[in-house]
């Protein structure tokens, strides 16, 4: 079993349109992570979420909307969809906030879902 | 803000040598943690090997190993007796939240 599944891996969309992303981990994580990665490979991070509460929303714009039914699911809504939005994201868990070698917390990735907005 | 630089957008290595992937970070912090990541073309993030700014002996997983610099802000990896299957991007991060590099594509000659 996978255990950070994304769906779907990949969608084609035209501007203007409003797309989600789902996220599920079964893994028994408390936090989940949603990053970016655009065409030129940068991986960064969007948003963090520890026991379905936002902890880190790193300037994204408004248009994104991460939603945490439970702490086994963090959704990715995208409204208003842009070319520049194009990209592989990421959806990721760890068992505690934040990637600690010293305590073996790591944070695991799902395989991504490519996004195109054409 | 921390920042990660990978210098080598390329590298390219023959099956069974070793190459050595170079990454420098800039940071105000005593105590942090560094990673390398593997990205395959299957897109999948595979994390490769980690250390603790603090340890003082660089970290080793099999065939994959760390020159950890503190002072110099620099934390390469190696990679021994490379293999067909390492052909990857190579991401560098800073930070329990990964502060990712732009990563290095490695390509394995066989």
């Known amino acids: 079993d996978t255990a950070v599944s994304q769906t779907p891996k990949y969608l084609v969309t035209q501007m203007g349109n409003d797309k989600s992303i789902k996220c599920e981990q079964n893994?028994?994580?408390?936090?989940m992570y949603w990053y970016k990665q655009d065409s030129k490979k940068f991986l960064k991070i969007m948003f963090s979420?520890?026991?379905?509460?936002?902890?880190i929303n790193e300037t994204v714009p408004n248009r994104f909307s991460p939603k945490s039914p439970d702490k086994a699911h963090l959704n990715l809504h995208i409204n208003s969809l842009e070319l520049g939005d194009s990209a592989v994201y990421f959806c990721a868990s760890s068992q505690d906030l934040g990637a600690h070698p010293h305590s073996g917390n790591t944070i695991y990735f799902g395989e991504g879902s490519w996004l195109t907005v054409v | 803000a921390q920042t990660v630089t990978q210098s080598q957008p390329e590298m390219s290595v023959q099956e069974a040598e070793t190459v050595t992937l170079s990454c420098t970070y800039d940071t105000s912090e005593s105590d942090y943690y560094l990673f390398w990541y593997k990205q395959p073309p299957s897109r999948q993030m595979i994390l490769v090997i980690r250390q603790e700014a603090y340890k003082q002996q660089n970290a080793t997983e099999n065939r994959f190993s760390v020159n950890f610099q503190k002072a110099a802000k620099s934390f390469s990896l190696k990679i021994s007796d490379s293999q067909l299957g390492d052909a990857a991007m190579y991401f560098c991060?800073?930070?329990?939240?990964?502060?990712f590099g732009g990563g290095t594509r490695l390509m394995v000659k066989p």
């Open positions: 893994l028994g994580h408390d936090t």
């Open positions: 979420y520890n026991n379905k509460e936002l902890i």
């Open positions: 991060a800073y930070g329990n939240m990964l502060t």
